[in-house]
């Protein structure tokens, strides 16, 4: 893919591996790309405003205050490019990534950027192996940010280990790969469900599981990434995405994400139901919180409406339709049992008798469960299986 006129932010923060940075600008530059470079105070120790200007073409942002530059800079550089490669990503920018911290140049114009970030860390091996580290690019990875992860070598501070930044031809690769992926699901319409269904029994308590969201907000992210319109019908969770190709619709008790689903079915080219939806809600909910009485009492549940089912039977030809199957035991045979009697393409099937599958786990373990086959793979972490399951649709599509 040729990245002529392509609008391109390099963000470099302040770590040796800048000098590496001036020739990704180069490559890029020669590549026909239009660059801009923002970069922090710090990352100004390590290459020149000179260099920098001279090799992008285009005046360097780095002071938010400064004689060149308006106030509002960082948002019309927000709004100016196609996507944005901090390289390298010290601990501190990924930090203040991770937290929603804009206090320079870089971090400010990063926090109003709403399209595709690429996230080249470099730094010493401890540092980067650091579980706050790791927790920081986890939660960039859950907003759909890529991560081009660090290699294994000699690193300046004269250790050997996992901390490189990625050679420049390499990251031009990743941009041009990112670029191209952006375009492969351009004008779909995507319906996710994720996260846990909530059913009131009173003012006080609920029925509700352990679905924390992370597997469905992680395919909502994929088809963003690759310019699908995606609305999530988002229950119970904690995580929120932020792409803005997300358009996120809170539906809290199955009645909810239910009708939600049906209205938005028929515009939908295809939906993944990644939520845990309750099977059944309280007959009654109480006005008033439930008083203690007797040792034992009884609660009258009815069934929800199911998603899947209603969805499967509306389909058309030209819809893909993919559930979920959380199982306990004969699972192959209940994933099964559900792709046919749903109508669905494919089931996912996860087992919570693999570790590290299902709930509120980073990982889980699944099988694409079709017509004529059942195709296992290894615990993976949940943006990758996301990811095999968008690659899934594209080759079907
Ligand atoms: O959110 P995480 O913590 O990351 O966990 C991910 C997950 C374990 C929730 C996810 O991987 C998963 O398995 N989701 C489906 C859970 C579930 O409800 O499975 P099920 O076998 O009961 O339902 C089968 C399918 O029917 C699912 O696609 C479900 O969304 C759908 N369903 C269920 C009930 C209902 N009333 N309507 C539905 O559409």
């Given at each position: 893919?040729?990245?002529?006129?392509?609008?391109?932010?390099?963000?470099?923060s302040?770590g040796?591996?800048?000098?590496?940075?001036?020739?990704?600008?180069?490559?890029?530059?020669?590549?026909g790309?239009?660059?801009?470079?923002?970069?922090?105070q710090?990352?100004l120790?390590?290459?020149?405003?000179?260099?920098?200007?001279t090799?992008?073409?285009?005046?360097?942002?780095?002071?938010?205050f400064?004689p060149?530059?308006?106030?509002?800079?960082h948002?019309?550089?927000?709004d100016?490019g196609?996507?944005?490669?901090?390289?390298?990503?010290?601990?501190n920018?990924?930090?203040?990534?991770?937290?929603?911290?804009?206090?320079?140049?870089?971090?400010?114009?990063?926090?109003?950027?709403?399209?595709?970030i690429?996230?080249?860390?470099?730094?010493?091996?401890?540092?980067?192996?650091?579980?706050?580290?790791?927790?920081?690019?986890?939660?960039?990875?859950?907003?759909?940010m890529?991560i081009?992860?660090?290699?294994?070598?000699f690193?300046?501070?004269?250790?050997v280990?996992?901390?490189?930044m990625?050679?420049p031809?390499?990251?031009?690769?990743?941009?041009?790969?990112?670029?191209?992926?952006?375009?492969?699901?351009?004008?779909?319409?995507?319906?996710?469900?994720?996260?846990?269904t909530?059913?009131?029994?009173?003012?006080?308590?609920?029925?509700?599981?352990?679905s924390?969201?992370?597997?469905?907000?992680?395919?909502?992210?994929?088809?963003?990434?690759?310019?699908?319109?995606v609305?999530?019908?988002?229950g119970k969770?904690?995580?929120?995405?932020?792409?803005?190709?997300?358009?996120?619709?809170?539906?809290?008790?199955?009645?909810?994400?239910?009708?939600e689903a049906l209205?938005?079915?028929?515009?939908?080219?295809?939906?993944?139901?990644a939520a845990?939806?309750?099977?059944?809600?309280?007959?009654?909910?109480?006005?008033?919180?439930?008083?203690k009485?007797?040792?034992?009492?009884?609660?009258?549940?009815?069934?929800?409406?199911?998603?899947?089912?209603?969805?499967?039977?509306?389909?058309?030809?030209?819809?893909?339709?993919?559930?979920?199957a959380?199982?306990?035991?004969?699972e192959?045979?209940?994933?099964?049992?559900?792709?046919?009697e749903?109508?669905?393409?494919?089931?996912?099937?996860?087992?919570?008798?693999?570790?590290?599958?299902?709930?509120?786990t980073?990982?889980?373990?699944?099988?694409?469960?079709?017509?004529?086959?059942?195709e296992?793979?290894?615990?993976?972490?949940?943006?990758?299986?996301?990811?095999?399951?968008?690659?899934?649709?594209?080759?079907?599509?």
């Open positions: 893919m040729s990245l002529k006129d392509k609008k391109i932010i390099v963000g470099i302040g040796i591996a800048a000098y590496k940075t001036l020739s990704l600008i180069r490559l890029l530059v020669s590549e790309a239009q660059v801009r470079v923002i970069c922090t710090n990352a120790q390590f290459v020149t405003p000179l260099t920098i200007e090799l992008s073409q285009n005046d360097l942002y780095y002071d938010t400064g060149r530059q308006m106030s509002t800079e948002v019309s550089y927000a100016w196609d996507l944005f490669i901090v390289a390298p990503a010290t601990a920018i990924i930090g203040k990534m991770a937290h929603g911290i804009a206090d320079d140049a870089l971090s400010t114009t990063l926090l109003a950027f709403r399209k595709q690429l996230i080249a860390p470099a730094m010493n091996v401890n540092m980067f192996e650091n579980p706050v580290v790791q927790d920081n690019l986890s939660l960039l990875l859950n907003q759909g890529t081009l992860d660090p290699e294994y070598g690193l300046a501070c004269g250790t280990g996992k901390g490189r990625l050679e031809e390499i990251l031009l690769e990743a941009i041009r790969n990112s670029l191209n992926s952006i375009m492969e699901l351009e004008g779909k319409n995507v319906l996710v469900t994720a996260g846990a909530v059913e009131s029994i009173d003012p006080v308590r609920f029925m509700s599981n352990h924390s969201g992370k597997m469905g907000i992680s395919i909502a992210n994929v088809f963003a990434v690759k310019g699908a319109k609305t999530l019908l988002l969770s904690h995580i929120h995405p932020s792409n803005s190709n997300i358009t996120v619709i809170k539906t809290l008790s199955a009645e909810e994400m239910y009708k209205r938005l079915w028929k515009k939908t080219d295809i939906a993944i139901l845990a939806v309750a099977d059944y809600r309280p007959v009654k909910q109480s006005i008033q919180k439930i008083k009485q007797a040792d034992t009492m009884t609660l009258e549940l009815e069934r929800t409406p199911d998603i899947l089912a209603a969805l499967g039977e509306a389909k058309s030809r030209k819809q893909t339709l993919i559930g979920f959380l199982e306990t035991d004969n192959t045979a209940n994933a099964r049992k559900k792709l046919n749903k109508n669905a393409d494919m089931i996912v099937l996860n087992s919570l008798k693999d570790k590290g599958a299902g709930f509120d980073s990982t889980n373990k699944v099988s694409f469960i079709t017509k004529n086959k059942s296992n793979f290894p615990l993976k972490q949940k943006e990758e299986v996301a990811r095999d399951i968008v690659e899934w649709v594209i080759k079907r599509l």
